[in-house]
């Protein structure tokens, strides 16, 4: 405590302090402040207190000063500080989000926060709270794309209706192929991540060639069978037909769910599929890709296989593809669908309507 400084505590405002300190409800703010008073009280010294309560001395002094001024009523409330600067105007506020929503100036695509900022004559921190408060991000962009499919309420249920409610004896396939897949090495070696640092990885990289691989996802047990192939035709999507045949049991029906592709409806898939009356195909409606179970996959071999893989030949691609699938079924997820396909539905008529709305 400073030097001719001394603080007087009286019976009552010591019972009044110790209350405090014993109450478990009271803020922890007033606990320390009163501990720094009745440790003054007991005679320690500036730099004791500064140890037992964890304050710095100018702390200690501006509360010893307090209770001196007004007492223990004066530790149990803050100074009341100097107004903040006056809320924006209605006017601006407002001026901001029509700008927002309007056309951006010049050739531009859309705003930004400090080209907003200026054409209101507003700082940039305020121009980012106004559209934070209105949930305005126009820097954000979500992709989108309608199906036109005519059918499309009946395909979307027929698929859905396989997922949620499968047929007995049988076994659900969602089949498609990730095409072009590149055996991509990095032009030089990379680091590992440690602490302070994220990995490292070469923007740059060298081409070893591409594989397509083919796969049937189980939607009943999560199992996939895989197949890389060089190319994607028909001639190879039959190929794997084949495969699937072959690893499914006797007994029991096939129906796979797949895509438009061209592919997919080749005569001689179709004569293929004549000859094979177990299975039975199952289109999702045109530009509805995520209606199939194994575009998860795929982007599941993406994220954690592929994007940062290392990869000296095709060779080497397609052994890590194979390895990637082995280990998904040793550990398989059964698919589950979550959505309700008249949710779907609804959200895409309000799609098609907002979109002739704008036409």
């Known amino acids: 405590m ?3 400084i001394s603080v007087k505590v009286t019976r009552g405002d010591r019972l009044r302090l110790e209350a405090i300190v014993a109450d478990r409800s ?43 001024e007004e007492g223990v ?14 809320p924006l105007p209605a006017a601006t506020v407002q001026r901001v989000i029509d700008l ?13 926060g400090r080209m907003l900022a200026k054409a ?15 949930q305005l991000a126009p820097h954000r962009i979500h992709a989108f794309k309608l199906s036109k499919d005519p059918k499309f309420a009946e395909k979307l249920k027929d698929v859905v209706g396989l997922y949620v409610d ?23 070696p990379g680091l590992p991540m440690k602490r302070g640092r994220a990995g490292t990885m070469t923007h740059d990289y060298k081409r070893h060639g591409t594989t397509t691989l083919f796969a049937a996802l189980n939607v009943l047990d999560g199992t996939v069978i895989g197949s890389n192939m060089q190319r994607h035709r028909h001639q190879e999507f039959i190929r794997f037909l084949n495969t699937v045949e072959a690893k499914v049991p006797a007994g029991k029906t096939i129906h796979a769910i797949i895509d438009n592709y061209a592919t997919h409806k080749h005569p001689k898939v179709r004569a293929w599929l004549a000859r094979h009356p177990r299975w039975a195909f199952h289109f999702t409606p045109t530009s509805a890709s995520w ?9 599941k071999l993406t994220r954690r296989r592929l994007k940062r893989g290392v990869f000296r030949s095709v060779v080497d691609l397609q052994a890590a593809i194979n390895r990637f699938v082995e280990e998904t079924n ?6 589950v669908w979550t959505a309700d396909p008249n949710r779907v539905l609804a959200a895409v008529n309000r799609g098609k309507q907002k979109l002739e709305s704008v036409h």
Do not use: C, Y
């Open 2 to 4: 400073r030097a001719g």
């Open 26 to 68: 009271a803020p922890q703010k007033h606990v320390w402040r009163a501990n720094i008073i009745l440790a003054t009280a007991d005679g320690d010294g500036t730099t004791e207190i500064m140890r037992r309560s964890g304050k710095s001395k100018p702390v200690v002094w501006r509360w010893q000063e307090r209770f001196m």
């Open 330 to 335: 040793a550990q398989p997820k059964p698919f």
């Open 166 to 188: 499968p047929p007995a004896h049988a076994v659900v396939l969602s089949v498609d192929e990730k095409s072009q897949i590149q055996a991509l090495d990095r032009t030089q």
């Open 120 to 134: 209101a004559g507003v700082s940039l921190r305020s121009a980012q709270r106004i559209l934070e408060a209105h």
């Open 291 to 299: 209606l199939n179970a194994v575009e998860g996959f795929f982007a």
């Open 73 to 86: 009523d004066g530790l149990l409330r803050d100074k009341t500080r100097k107004p903040g600067k006056a």
């Open 100 to 112: 927002v929503l309007g056309p951006p100036p010049g050739e531009t695509t859309h705003w930004t």
